[in-house]
């Protein structure tokens, strides 16, 4: 598996997902439980910022890593959620785009300092099982994670089109 590859077709489907849909549409709750388009992206925003994290101790780059601790002394993953979404609800939807952008990018230039061993080898991540891989972490966590999330989007849209 190439897992800039994967990184990089999920983050593209997350834009399709995306593309052509009105920010004025973006605060409307219900799409994800009471989640809006925005509260979504948020989501995937603290992911993708949690990502940078991981990926920056593989690669060796010594960075603070608040998204990770604030996972790690959630309650649970529903609050860490819940938590994360919570403090950008202030921002617009342009912003937690961009703030979601920026952490791809940040992502995909760590992908390639990484070697492909180290993505390979199993209990590379303790806290997620000794059974799996970093490639399986992101599949998982990251590819799957924003297929589903597109997927309620969609839907979403979907009611957009049939409301007119």
Not at 132 to 161: F, M, P, W
Request: charged share 20%; glycine share 6%.
């Amino acid at each position: 598996m190439n897992p800039a590859d994967v990184l990089l077709y999920g983050h593209r489907q997350v834009l399709r997902t995306l593309d052509g849909l009105d920010f004025a549409h973006w605060n409307t709750s219900g799409v994800c439980g009471v989640w809006s388009v925005k509260d979504i992206i948020s989501h995937l925003a603290s992911y993708e910022q949690m990502l940078v994290e991981i990926l920056a101790g593989f690669a060796g780059v010594d960075m603070p890593t608040p998204v990770s601790e604030h996972m790690r002394n959630a309650a649970d993953g529903s609050a860490f959620n819940d938590e994360e979404v919570a403090m950008r609800q202030h921002l617009s939807p342009q912003h937690v785009l961009a703030e979601y952008n920026q952490a791809y990018d940040r992502v995909a230039e760590l992908v390639g300092q990484i070697a492909l061993e180290t993505w390979r080898a199993n209990g590379t991540l303790p806290w997620y099982g000794p059974e799996y891989s970093l490639e399986d972490y992101i599949v998982y966590t990251y590819y799957g994670h924003k297929r589903e999330h597109c997927a309620q989007i969609n839907v979403y849209r979907d009611t957009l089109r049939n409301s007119f």
